[in-house]
């Protein structure tokens, strides 16, 4: 009890502090702002067999001894698919207003366009988004969270393949005609930038295609197929969107967007040469992507470069990309530095030196920001101010919202409840970043909402379960879940500006 008392009043005064510094509160956004959390199908669910769904591409990767860090899987992972009700209740408890999960393509369609739709899988995700409804948290909904049925892959190479825009078409058409009354958020991809760059560049992730000196794949082209790819995801992304504006969106009236992974860069130097690098960072990662999107031709940085290595859009795929994207997601963790290797040498076989850019985390020895548990991850605030910025500038000031913010703390998968739940680090690391949203928004940029990455400690891909990024820790023997400081903290957030006087006396309800 005394314990529990202290730890109250030490993180009442540390709100405090924070407060008096940096002055964020609720009420600087507007009422209708989206708060929430954000998660993925194949790193929460578990339930890999159940409910007749088929196996994933992850499912199939993670299997294969040595591919992940801790040599671990998604099979069981926080068990959400047997757990919802229950993470809907932290949720509730949180006071959030939003909820941002992804669809197991797998649990919808196990053999894509090839076989039925599953009722057991249609009925899980009623299920989950009902019980959201009933607690006042909106759905936002992602529809690829990197997981597809291992059937596309194995029958025609998935996203190297033209025909995967059909069958995206088709699962978008499903999911929509299933959910879209009750889903006002739709994502048709996250991060797929992430996906053709580690798939098919570096060949981290499956299907594990790459060529030298990028990576030691069995095969693949990494000048060439991540570009294939790339192209086949935007135009699958335009199928499903066209599909939901002309028959459902009038109906539902939802909207509908993208989410990508965009980090910023700072000059490594004070050079128009590190300048420009910059840019041609920005455009390979993100306007690779949103370029295409907004206006229908992949980025000029790119084109001067890859010139007829980048695939063109013929005037059917144009037609289809001219429905207009309701917003862009922004996925955003971390800055880097650029610098310019147009001229001199580029490090062989890193993802920067398609820009002829080289991406560093230091200048003279020093990082761009306090380290974190994830190697390229640093805490940069600003950064999200920035990307935020850019993001406005270049797509005339659409609309935005942050789809993924969080940092992570290193682990084991037994590490025990105590080590982690202090996370202070977490704490400062979201005040900072909120906070340099706001100076966005006082600027104009139209952000719609914030979700916090993630709900609960979960599998984090390449390294399993030794990065905990959730405001619960989840105990992977028992599934038992406990807030953490954080979880606290974005609590008394959303509960507004008077709390910090409310704290102090009614300590014991924290
Ligand atoms: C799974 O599919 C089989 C065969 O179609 C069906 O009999 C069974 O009821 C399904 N299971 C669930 C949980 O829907
Ligand atoms: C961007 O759009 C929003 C919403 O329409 C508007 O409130 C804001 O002033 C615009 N910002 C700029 C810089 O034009």
Same mark, same amino acid.
């Not at 941002?100 to 090839?114: A, E, H, T, V």
């Given at each position: 009890?005394?314990?529990?008392?202290?730890?109250?009043?030490? $993180?009442?005064? $540390?709100?405090?502090?924070?407060?008096?510094?940096?002055?964020?509160?609720?009420?600087?956004?507007?009422?209708s702002f989206l708060f929430g959390t954000s998660t993925s199908s194949y790193q929460i669910e578990g339930a890999y067999l159940e409910g007749n769904k088929s196996l994933s591409n992850w499912d199939v990767f993670t299997h294969v001894p040595g591919h992940i860090e801790d040599s671990s899987d998604g099979d069981i992972a926080d068990d959400h698919y047997h757990l919802y009700m229950e993470d809907i209740e932290l949720m509730h408890h949180l006071g959030v207003?939003?909820?941002? $999960?992804?669809?197991?393509?797998?649990?919808?369609?196990?053999? @894509?366009?090839? @076989?039925?739709? /599953?009722?057991? @899988?249609?009925? $899980?995700?009623?299920?989950?988004i009902d019980a959201l409804l009933l607690k006042g948290m909106q759905p936002f909904v992602t529809l690829n969270h990197y997981d597809i049925p291992q059937e596309l892959e194995d029958r025609y190479g998935a996203w190297l393949n033209p025909q995967i825009q059909k069958d995206f078409g088709h699962y978008a058409d499903v999911c929509f005609r299933a959910f879209g009354k009750k889903v006002k958020y739709w994502s048709t991809f996250n991060e797929p930038n992430v996906v053709a760059t580690k798939g098919f560049m570096t060949g981290e992730y499956p299907p594990q295609h790459c060529s030298k000196p990028f990576g030691d794949c069995l095969s693949g082209d990494s000048n060439i197929e991540p570009y294939i790819a790339a192209h086949n995801i935007i135009l699958a992304h335009a199928t499903a969107v066209e599909i939901y504006k002309k028959k459902y969106q009038a109906k539902q009236g939802g909207s509908i967007g993208i989410v990508i992974s965009s980090s910023w860069f700072e000059p490594l130097r004070d050079i128009p040469a590190d300048r420009l690098a910059v840019q041609r960072a920005l455009a390979f990662e993100t306007a690779w992507f949103l370029d295409p999107i907004v206006f229908g031709e992949y980025p000029p940085e790119m084109r001067q470069i890859l010139g007829l290595r980048l695939p063109t859009f013929s005037s059917e795929d144009r037609r289809k990309l001219q429905y207009k994207l309701d917003f862009i997601g922004i996925n955003h963790y971390t800055s880097h530095y650029a610098k310019d290797c147009m001229f001199s040498p580029c490090e062989e076989g890193s993802t920067g030196s398609t820009a002829f850019v080289i991406s560093t985390s230091e200048r003279n020895g020093i990082p761009i920001g306090t380290p974190t548990s994830m190697p390229s991850n640093y805490v940069v605030p600003e950064g999200m101010e920035k990307i935020v910025m850019y993001t406005m500038q270049r797509y005339n000031n659409i609309t935005m919202v942050?789809?993924? /913010?969080?940092?992570?703390?290193?682990?084991?998968?037994?590490?025990?409840?105590? /080590?982690?739940? /202090?996370?202070k680090d977490r704490v400062e690391f979201l005040h900072s970043y909120l906070t340099a949203l706001t100076r966005a928004m006082r600027q104009g940029a139209d952000v719609r909402g914030y979700f916090i990455w993630s709900l609960l400690d979960n599998f984090e891909w390449l390294y399993g379960y030794t990065q905990r990024f959730g405001l619960y820790h989840v105990n992977f023997e028992t599934q038992e879940r406990t807030p953490k400081l954080s979880a606290k903290w974005f609590k008394e957030f959303l509960e507004g500006p008077e709390v910090i006087e409310r704290m102090n006396i009614d300590l014991e309800s924290l």
């Open positions: 009890m005394e314990k529990k008392k202290s730890s109250g009043l030490a $993180f009442a005064l $540390f709100l405090q502090l924070l407060c008096s510094v940096a002055g964020l509160d609720r009420s600087q956004f507007p009422s207003n939003s909820y941002r $999960f992804s669809i197991s393509w797998s649990r919808i369609l196990p053999r @894509g366009r090839f @076989g039925k739709v /599953n009722s057991a @899988g249609i009925a $899980f995700y009623n299920r989950l942050v789809t993924e /913010n969080g940092c992570a703390q290193g682990s084991t998968r037994n590490d025990p409840t105590t /080590n982690m739940l /202090n996370d």
